[in-house]
C-alpha cells in the first residue's frame, strides 16, 4: 500500500479507535475528559498528539482486569508480561485480537521469506509469557511445520533442529548464543550439520555485534523481531533487508516523543516509543509509552513497503543506568564487548556505590583459545578493554577477565546488570 493510502487508513481507524475508547472504556473516557477532547478532536493524523498517554502503571493499577472493554465472554486468552520492571501486567485477547496478531506475525515471517517448505522451531517460552505461543499462531498461518520446543532441554533442542531439518528457529538472541556453545560441545557444527538458516531474534536488546557472530559461529541470519504483551505479543520484524523493524501501519501507529518532556521528535531522533494498538479490543492501549528508546528511519525500506521503520532499540529508559549522573545502557557495553574477538559472549555488569561514589565492573568471559597464563598480556588486554569501554560510555568501568563459562545463561530475557547501590 502507498504511504498515502496508508495514512488515510491509519486516520480512518485512529478516528474509530478514539470513538471506541471514549464509549466502551471508562478509564480512557475519563483521560479524555481530563484532557478536554472528544473523539471529534481527531481530524488529521498529527491530532494523535491530543490525546492522552498510557503508561504501564496504568495497567498495574488495573490489575488484574479493571482496564477491559470486554466481557469475559467476548475473551478467549489472557497472558502476562514478564515483569521485567516489575509486578507483571496481565492483558486479555478477544478473537480478533489473536487473529490480528497472529496476522501481524505471520506478514513478518512472509516478508523474510519463510513459507510452507519451511520448519520452524519456537524456542520461547510457551505459557503466560507471549513469546511462544505468538510464534506459534503466526508459523501456522504461513503454513510452516512448527516444532513447539518451548525453552530448556538444549541438547534435545539441538538434536531436533538437525533431525527434523528445522530452517528457522525463535529465541531470544542469548538462548541461541547459549545454543550455539552447547552445539560445540555436543560436537554438532550448525552450519555443516543443520538447515538452520534464519532466526527469530527478540524479546531482549542485543546488537549489530551480536549478531555478526551468531552469523559467524553458526550461519543463522539474525532478523530482530520486537514485540510486548502489551500490544499482544512478538509482533513486529525486520524485513530480508535486515535494517529496521517493520511497524504495520494497519496494526499501530508509532511515535517517538521526548521522554522526559513528552513532546513528539521528528524522524531519525532518538527517543520513547509510544504505541497506539489500532484495532485491538480487549482493552485500549492509546499512546501506550513503551519506555523503549529507539528512532523512526527517515528513508523508504528498499523492500518497497510503505509501514514506518524502526532502529534497534537501545533498551529501556528503565533499564539505563545511571553511573556518576552519566547515562548507560547495556546494550552499548554489549556492543563495545564485542568489538573484541578475545571475548566471549556472556557479560555481566556489576554496580555498586562506596563513599557516595559510583562504581561499575564489567565482567567478561575470555574465549578459551585466548586464555593465556601470561598475566602481562591478560593485564594488558584487560587495560585495553577499560579504555576502549571508558570511550564509548564516557565513564570509566573496571574490568576484569572470567574464565568461559562461569557467567550466567538465559533461556529467556537475559539478565545483565547486577545493581548493588542502596537508594
Ligand atoms: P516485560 O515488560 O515484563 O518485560 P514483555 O515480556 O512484554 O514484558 O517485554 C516487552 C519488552 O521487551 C519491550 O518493551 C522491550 O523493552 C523488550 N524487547 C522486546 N523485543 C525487543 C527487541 N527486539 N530489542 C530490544 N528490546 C526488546
Ligand atoms: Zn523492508
Redesign the pocket.
Known sequence: MPKDQLDRLQLKLLKILARRVYDSSPFYHERMREAGMTPQDIRTLADVTKLPFMTKKDLRDGYPDKLFMRDRSELIRYHA?????GK?TIVGYTRNDVENWSESLARALTSIGLGKEDVIQVSNTYGL??GGLGFHYAAEKIGAVVVPASTGNTERQLELIRDLEVTAIAATPSYLMYMGEVAEKMGIDIRRDTKLRSGLL?????SDRMRDRIYETMGVRGF???????LSGPMFLECAEQDGIHFWGDLALVEIIDPDSGEPLGPGQKGEMVVTMLQKEAFPMVRYR???ITSIMEEPCPCGRAHPRLTR?QG?VDDMIIIRGINVFPSQVEHALMQHRELGNEFQIVVDRKDHMDSMLVRVELRPEAFTDDIVELNELREYISSRLKGVLNVSAKVELVQSGTLPRFEG?AKRVVDRREY
Open positions: 508480561s514478564s515483569g521485567t520492571t507483571p509469557f507471549s527478540g524479546a531482549e536488546p542485543w530482530n523481531c520486537f514485540g510486548a504483551s502489551e513503551m519506555g523503549d532499540i529501556r530475557k
